[in-house]
């Protein structure tokens, strides 16, 4: 009885390793998740129960990523890729979400497309937003993209060419500014969190102005959220002002500025420029002072006729005794040590402009940060040559190196904010945040600014190079997580010792040799063995 026992169980027990080993093969190739294409080994072919299933050549991961590049380049729209929810669906935006696929999101960028940079009011197609951050998450701070989730809140659009276009995919419709629109978001954010809980990341982008600070200043303080365009560029130019301290050696305290540009990104950049003034002991009325903006309707003064938004009114100070109709005169007179464009209007930062900062200040400090290249207010040649090389200069916008009449070769610091929000985003996700305070985006400047290497400096560079993004991105996430654990911000306990390792164990695998499967990458059908 009992060998006859032993007979039956043998087969059946091999059959269904068999059997289990095939199944779990052939869920593998078939899932986004876990699919090595033409990478799997013969080994793991003949195992896995895929011998035959794929071409027989075996490819390097290397070889498999220039043609998925190569494929990436043919795809045009992102529209594909993420959740839109429009102003009809007030009221449902949970059950929406409920039909995304992935249920563990830690990250989500949201957009409503009013204010796309350098392209204005993109309504629906503003889409390619959201997707390209939620990229660079993966890219430079290696956060998973299962986790990641693009939305695009759609409430019309005020681009009178896409309302005539009937192949527009959005609502057409001028923008709601009505109670609706603030409602939609409302629930758009508890819906967040109510699915995928406190601790998730909300980054808002390219909203208009208006709507971008009202939502920073609503929201920060009850969820895990931040405005890439408000704090993300404030920070990374906080971090190219640090840099250009350390070869001046003068501190950002006894500066003066001029912002060509007063709205979100001026504000946001003067702001952090303010915080850091006061951490040096300096009242925030003195440090208010040492900032001045001009936007299309002149020098912000106070009393002046045209309307001057409450958030720019800290920067509104009594009119000069000159006059000041252009910026060049708003240079001659206020002589500022730094001038920051970020009016996206193009080249504003003339050769007037640039020869009289260059006149003003033995070591100028001239960022022209407005994107794309066209919008930006000079180039790297016309500053570095019209200053004789003696400005200190970052882009928006990447600029190629320019070599002066005496043969030195200067490149440009790119203030690109992919060095600053990736490793925000990590050391959040990571470490368990649900607010993020301003505090953190000056803790990142710092820390972006320490990773500059003398050698850098003295090519004329303000940020690292870019090549090292991830690995700038994983040193700035490290003195976040200090910041937050010495705060009580952080709810990962307990607290790791090695902070590094513990975000590295925490990183998504991109190679197939250090990518070791768990319960999560399995899909379902995988992980039961078949009926017999």
């Known amino acids: 009885m009992l060998s006859r026992l032993k007979l039956n169980v043998r087969p059946c027990a091999y059959f269904s390793r068999c059997m289990h080993t095939v199944e779990k093969g052939r869920p593998l190739m078939l899932s986004p998740r876990t699919n090595k294409g033409m990478a799997f080994t013969l080994e793991e072919r003949q195992i896995l129960g895929l011998h035959g299933l794929l071409p027989p050549k075996i490819e390097t991961q290397d070889v498999q990523a ?153 929201y920060k303080d009850k969820y895990c959220t931040f405005n890439d365009d408000i704090q993300g560029t404030a920070s990374v130019a906080l971090a190219g002002l640090f840099s250009a301290q350390r070869v001046i050696q003068k501190p950002i305290t006894e500066h003066r500025y001029l912002f060509l540009g007063a709205g979100e990104a001026a504000l946001g950049i003067a702001d952090l420029i303010v915080m850091s003034m006061k951490e040096t002991g300096m009242p925030e009325e003195e440090a208010q002072k040492k900032i001045w903006m001009f936007d299309k309707f002149g020098l912000i003064c106070e009393g002046r006729s045209e309307a001057i938004e409450g958030n720019q009114e800290a920067y509104a100070h009594p009119a000069p005794d000159k006059s000041t109709k252009t910026f060049l005169d708003a240079v001659n007179v206020l002589q500022p040590t730094t001038i920051i464009g970020v009016a996206g209007a193009g080249r504003l930062f003339t050769k007037e402009v640039i020869s009289a900062m260059g006149r003003i200040n033995e070591r100028p400090i001239i960022f022209a940060l407005s994107n794309p290249t066209t919008q930006a207010e000079c180039t790297a040649e016309e500053a570095y040559t019209l200053t004789e090389g003696r400005c ?105 010792k090695d902070k590094r390792k513990f975000l590295l164990s925490k990183m998504w695998k991109t190679n197939y040799e250090s990518f070791v499967p768990d319960i999560y990458d399995w899909p379902e059908s995988a992980t039961r063995l078949p009926s017999l």
């Open 66 to 218: 220039m043609r998925f590049k190569k494929n990436l380049e043919r795809i045009r729209s992102p529209l594909t890729k993420g959740v839109f929810i429009s102003i009809l669906d007030k009221g449902h935006v949970r059950s929406i979400l409920d039909n995304w696929p992935e249920t563990n999101i830690k990250a989500v960028v949201v957009t409503d497309g009013e204010r796309i940079l350098g392209l204005g009011d993109l309504g629906v197609y503003g889409m390619g937003i959201p997707v390209g951050k939620l990229c660079l998450y993966t890219t430079c701070a290696g956060i998973d993209p299962r986790g990641c989730l693009p939305v695009c809140i759609d409430v019309g659009t005020d681009n009178e060419t896409l309302l005539k276009d009937p192949f527009y995919l959005g609502l057409y419709q001028k923008r709601d500014h009505s109670h609706h629109y603030d409602e939609l978001i409302d629930e758009f954010m508890e819906a967040i969190v109510n699915k995928y809980g406190r601790s998730t990341l909300i980054q808002f982008e390219d909203f208009g102005n208006h709507n971008a600070f009202r939502f920073l200043k609503k």
């Open 392 to 496: 200190l200069f970052a882009c928006g916008s990447p600029f190629d190196p320019v070599t002066l009449p005496d043969g030195r070769v200067l490149k440009s610091g790119q203030g690109n904010n992919a060095y600053i929000f990736p490793g925000v985003a990590l050391a959040v996700i990571v470490f368990g945040v649900r607010k993020i305070s301003d505090q953190v985006f000056l803790e990142a400047a710092k820390a972006l600014a320490d990773q500059v290497t003398n050698e850098e400096l003295a090519e004329g560079l303000l940020y690292p190079n870019l090549s090292n993004i991830r690995e700038v991105s994983i040193n700035t996430a490290v003195k976040i997580a200090e910041f937050l654990y010495a705060n009580g911000l952080a709810l990962e306990y307990p607290e790791p």
